[in-house]
C-alpha cells in the first residue's frame, strides 16, 4: 500500500514547495510538555517575526491558464496547491479549529483526543445556530505514525513540521518523505508560547498571531472571504473591549489552572507572547502570581493563597466530563482553598482550551470578559454543566449568526 502510494505522479491536491525551499530539502531548514498531552490542560497578533523564509503571502502561478495558486508559512516556506484542499491532517486544536471555520471539519482525518475535544468543541458550536461539528473517532495524532499519514492519504498536514520532528519517531526525511510522497505541511505551533525551535529548524522560525496565522491559513485553503468576514467579528469584538476596559489599577487579580486531579493543580500564564493568551492578554488582568510562576508550574492551595487571585480561570471547565461543582467544592472544602478571594467571592469560572483557533477564540475573549469585568461586560452565569451559556441577546459580545453564517458558507 505504501509503496504504491508513493509511486502517484499525481493527486488532487498535490502541493510541491518553491521559492525559499527545494525538492529534496523540502522544508526549511522545544519540548511539547505545555502543549496539551493531557486534554485537562492580543496573541502576538502585532507581526511578532524572529525572521522566516518568505512573508506569508499567497500568490497566483505564472502560467497562463494554470489554476495552480500557492501560500507561504514558517516554517515550511512557499507551497503550491493545484487545488484547495478537502481532507486535512491535523495535531492540535487550532488548527482542528481553524479547518472548521474554514468549511473543512468533515474533511478532518486526525487531531489529538479526538473525542475529547468534540465533546469540549461541542459545548460551543452549540450557540451556533446551524452549525455541526463530528470529530469523534478520528485518528488521535499526538503522536503521529508516519505510515498512518500515507493510509490516510489527506491532502494537506495542517501541522507544524519542526514540532513534529521533537517526536521520536520521526526525523527530518520522515517529513520530507510524506510532504513528496502524501501532501505537504502547512502549520505553525511553536508560536504557541513562542517556543524555541530545535537543529536546523531554528534558522529563521517565525512566530505568529492566532489570527495571523489563520490569515494564511485561509489563503492556502482559497477561503479569503471567510477569513475577512470572522476577522471583521473578531475587530468589532476587540473594538467592544478596548472601549470598556477599565484602568489597569482597578482590573482583578487573576490566574488560570488546570487540574484533573485537585490534588495536583497546575498554573498557567496569563500574558506572555504566544496565542495561547489570545482570550487573556487582550484583557489584561493582573497577574496574581506577579510573574513568579511559569506556565505548567504544579501549585497547591498554599501558593494559590498567597497569591489570593480575584479570580480564578479553570481550564477544561467546559468539558462535558469535568463536574465544576465539584471543582468549587474541592476549594470551598479546603481550610486554605476555602480563604482564596475568588473561591470566597464565587468568582472560580470555567474555561475551554488554550489552543484555541478563531471560532472558540471569539468564545472565550467574550466569555472571558465577562467572567473578568461583569460591571463592563454583563454578568457572566454561574456555569455548572452544559453547554456554554445562553446569553441573552442584548448582553452578548459578538454575533452568533453571522459566525455561524460564515462556517456553513453564507457570505
Given at each position: 500500500m505504501r509503496d504504491e502510494k508513493a509511486q502517484r505522479e499525481t493527486r488532487r491536491a498535490f502541493a510541491k514547495y518553491g521559492g525559499t525551499v527545494a525538492l529534496g530539502g523540502l522544508l526549511a531548514g522545544c519540548t511539547g510538555g505545555d502543549a496539551e498531552s493531557d486534554p485537562?490542560?492580543?496573541d502576538g497578533d502585532d507581526p511578532d517575526s524572529s525572521g522566516g523564509q518568505s512573508d506569508g503571502s499567497a500568490t497566483e502561478a505564472n502560467d497562463a491558464g494554470d489554476e495552480s495558486y500557492s501560500a507561504s508559512i514558517s516554517p515550511t516556506g512557499e507551497v503550491t496547491f493545484e487545488s484547495p484542499?478537502?481532507?486535512?491532517?491535523?495535531?492540535?486544536?487550532?488548527?482542528?479549529?481553524?479547518?472548521?471555520?474554514?468549511?473543512?471539519?468533515?474533511?478532518?482525518?486526525?487531531?489529538?483526543?479526538?473525542?475529547?475535544?468534540?465533546?469540549?468543541?461541542?459545548?460551543?458550536?452549540?450557540?451556533?445556530?446551524?452549525?455541526?461539528?463530528?470529530?469523534?473517532?478520528?485518528?488521535?495524532?499526538?503522536?503521529?505514525?508516519?505510515?498512518?499519514?500515507?493510509?490516510?492519504?489527506?491532502?494537506?498536514?495542517?501541522?507544524?513540521?519542526?514540532?513534529?520532528?521533537?517526536?521520536?519517531?520521526?526525523?527530518?526525511?520522515?517529513?520530507?518523505?510524506?510532504?513528496?510522497?502524501?501532501?505537504?505541511?502547512?502549520?505553525?505551533?511553536?508560536?504557541?508560547?513562542?517556543?524555541?525551535?530545535?537543529?536546523?529548524?531554528?534558522?529563521?522560525?517565525?512566530?505568529?498571531?492566532?489570527w495571523e496565522q489563520f490569515e494564511l491559513v485561509a489563503e492556502a485553503f482559497r477561503e479569503r472571504e471567510r477569513y475577512e468576514a470572522l476577522a471583521a467579528v473578531r475587530e468589532e469584538l476587540l473594538a467592544t473591549i478596548e472601549s470598556d476596559l477599565p484602568p489597569e489599577s482597578e482590573r482583578p487579580t487573576a490566574i488560570m489552572v488546570a487540574a484533573a486531579d485537585i490534588e495536583e493543580i497546575y498554573a498557567y500564564t496569563l500574558s506572555n507572547p504566544g496565542f495561547l493568551t489570545s482570550h487573556t492578554?487582550?484583557?489584561?488582568?493582573?497577574?496574581?502570581?506577579?510573574?513568579?510562576?511559569?506556565?505548567?508550574?504544579?501549585?497547591?492551595?498554599?501558593?494559590?493563597?498567597?497569591?489570593?487571585?480575584?479570580?480564578?480561570?479553570?481550564?477544561?471547565?467546559?468539558?462535558?466530563?469535568?463536574?465544576?461543582?465539584?471543582?468549587?467544592?474541592?476549594?470551598?472544602?479546603?481550610?486554605?482553598?476555602?480563604?482564596?478571594?475568588?473561591?470566597?467571592?464565587?468568582?472560580?469560572?470555567?474555561?475551554?482550551?488554550?489552543?484555541?483557533?478563531?471560532?472558540?477564540?471569539?468564545?472565550?475573549?467574550?466569555?472571558?470578559?465577562?467572567?473578568?469585568?461583569?460591571?463592563?461586560f454583563g454578568a457572566w452565569p454561574r456555569y455548572e454543566e452544559g453547554p456554554y451559556p445562553e446569553i441573552p441577546e442584548a448582553e452578548r459580545l459578538f454575533d452568533r449568526q453571522r459566525v455561524a453564517d460564515v462556517v456553513n458558507g453564507d457570505l
Open positions: 485537562t490542560g492580543s484542499p478537502e481532507t486535512v491532517f491535523t495535531r492540535l486544536t487550532h488548527h482542528a479549529d481553524m479547518a472548521f471555520a474554514l468549511g473543512r471539519s468533515d474533511g478532518l482525518t486526525a487531531m489529538h483526543a479526538p473525542d475529547y475535544y468534540d465533546g469540549l468543541w461541542n459545548q460551543f458550536v452549540e450557540r451556533l445556530p446551524g452549525v455541526s461539528l463530528d470529530w469523534s473517532g478520528l485518528y488521535s495524532s499526538w503522536k503521529p505514525d508516519k505510515e498512518k499519514l500515507y493510509e490516510l492519504d489527506s491532502d494537506v498536514h495542517l501541522a507544524d513540521p519542526a514540532w513534529i520532528t521533537q517526536q521520536d519517531a520521526w526525523s527530518r526525511e520522515d517529513v520530507d518523505e510524506i510532504a513528496e510522497r502524501v501532501s505537504p505541511w502547512f502549520g505553525n505551533s511553536l508560536s504557541d508560547r513562542h517556543q524555541e525551535p530545535t537543529g536546523e529548524w531554528a534558522d529563521g522560525y517565525r512566530y505568529y498571531g492566532l492578554r487582550p484583557l489584561g488582568p493582573r497577574d496574581a502570581f506577579e510573574g513568579s510562576v511559569e506556565s505548567g508550574t504544579v501549585v497547591d492551595f498554599e501558593a494559590i493563597l498567597e497569591a489570593d487571585p480575584d479570580v480564578i480561570l479553570y481550564l477544561g471547565g467546559f468539558e462535558p466530563g469535568t463536574d465544576m461543582a465539584g471543582r468549587r467544592a474541592a476549594f470551598e472544602d479546603d481550610p486554605v482553598g476555602s480563604q482564596v478571594a475568588a473561591v470566597r467571592n464565587d468568582r472560580v469560572h470555567p474555561q475551554g482550551a488554550r489552543y484555541q483557533g478563531p471560532i472558540l477564540n471569539l468564545f472565550q475573549l467574550e466569555m472571558t470578559a465577562k467572567q473578568l469585568y461583569p460591571d463592563a
